[in-house]
């Protein structure tokens, strides 16, 4: 596909599609633009049917300065050729991105790199961390489909790559969710289990599914293991992930011969949570257990 | 000057019929449309460039009721005169003076 046509290239494909001569097609288009600008030349405008309208349009007088001297120099009001596309030119042409609707943006939403029309609204452009993450992926579609239509336009304006802080933003909106639901799990059942060591030593797996989950931060929780019991179901109750197993068998290993077979009534250490990094919501974390669970086995 | 008169002082100055300049015209029309749906130049001598563009998406603000809308990009077909008929338009200008 060539991206650049000239008169003559208009001509033949305007002879192929008319069954005219080539002469006279080529004729016919420079007696129109011809035609055209003399119109336009009588200060009149132009309208073609579903193509557009040229239209001169004054200008009015103004300042400037003189780019080569940096003197004031004054353009003088003149005429300015303008075409205005017919509403059907401007939707056959943008129809890669007419899906795209107007959005109602709430107070204190921004976007680096968008620039804002009236000038009063600047000050109220700074990124926030309450975003709503809605409008953020409405926007994200946008450069999307931004990046993805800069291969058919050739001629694309510059914008900053504004989506990688956006992901950053929503990265840490994640996280500090995660870690909010953590604290607020976290501080619940420590009331209730007052004696946890004591308690949990005599009835190991009777203890209620919250606290399961729970590391205990002050003192180290001990579990006998009983029969049919693994490491792997050990960790899956005490840590919410079987893949865990490995640092109970870190933290047991002179205990431990084998960590596939555990002796029954051996009193097994539960580490802190905190201490290697246990998180089952966290699929780092889990991952990296397999991992280090693996060279063991 | 309308479309159809359009078509009427083309008839006359080619010597055509004007049912076979409105085709004519209508075929340059779908044409023009065609290619520049397909991001594709269209230089005309002595008139000036057909092109699209690309608008990147802004924000505009309403000024009466504050509200503010996030306006989506598009491509649009832009006319650039050629600078021939650009100086033309101007001169006409002063000599109307």
Not at chain 1, 165 to 175: D, E, M, Q, T
Not at chain 1, 259 to 285: F, H, K, M, R
């Amino acid at each position: 596909m060539e991206n650049r046509i000239t008169l003559a290239n208009l001509a033949d494909l305007l002879a192929k599609r008319t069954n005219v001569s080539g002469t006279e097609s080529e004729a016919f288009l420079k007696s129109l633009f011809e035609l055209i600008s003399e119109t336009l030349s009588g200060d009149e405008v132009v309208k073609i049917k579903d193509f557009g309208t040229f239209k001169l349009v004054p200008i009015q007088a103004r300042e400037s300065v003189d780019v080569n001297s940096g003197e004031k120099i004054e353009i003088p009001a003149h005429n300015r050729l303008s075409f205005f596309p017919a509403t059907a030119l401007k939707e056959l042409v943008n129809k890669p991105f007419s899906h795209f609707e107007s959005i109602l943006l709430n107070e204190g939403i921004a976007f680096e790199g968008v620039e804002e029309v009236i000038e009063e609204e600047e000050g109220k452009t700074e990124l926030t961390e309450e975003k709503p993450i809605v409008k953020r992926e409405a926007y994200q579609e946008v450069f999307r489909s931004d990046r993805m239509a800069s291969a058919n336009v050739q001629k694309r304006s510059k914008i900053p790559p504004v989506w990688i802080p956006i992901l950053g933003g929503v990265a840490i909106a994640l996280a500090s969710l995660f870690f909010f639901i953590q604290r607020q799990a976290w501080t619940q059942p420590a009331t209730i289990t007052e004696n946890p060591s004591v308690k949990d030593s005599l009835h190991p797996f009777k203890a209620p599914v919250a606290e399961k989950t729970q590391e205990l931060p002050e003192r180290l929780e001990k579990v006998v293991v009983q029969k049919g019991k693994t490491l792997r179901l050990i960790a899956e109750e005490k840590f919410g992930n079987r893949e865990f197993w490995v640092y109970i068998y870190l933290k047991n290993k002179d205990k431990i011969e084998n960590p596939n077979v555990v002796a029954v009534g051996t009193e097994l250490i539960i580490p802190d949570s905190s201490e290697y990094d246990i998180d089952a919501s966290d699929t780092q974390s889990v991952a990296k257990a397999k991992v280090l669970g693996d060279d063991f086995l | 000057m309308t479309h159809k008169e359009l078509i009427s002082e083309m008839a006359q100055r080619l010597g055509l019929s004007q049912s076979k300049v409105s085709d004519l015209l209508d075929a340059t029309v779908c044409e023009l449309n065609e290619k520049l749906s397909e991001n594709t130049q269209i230089f005309i001598p002595h008139f000036g460039v057909f092109e699209t563009r690309k608008r990147s998406e802004r924000i505009s603000v309403n000024p009466q009721t504050q509200q503010r809308y996030l306006v989506p990009p598009s491509i649009v077909a832009t006319f650039k005169p050629a600078s021939g008929i650009k100086e033309q338009l101007k001169t006409m200008e002063e000599d109307g003076k």
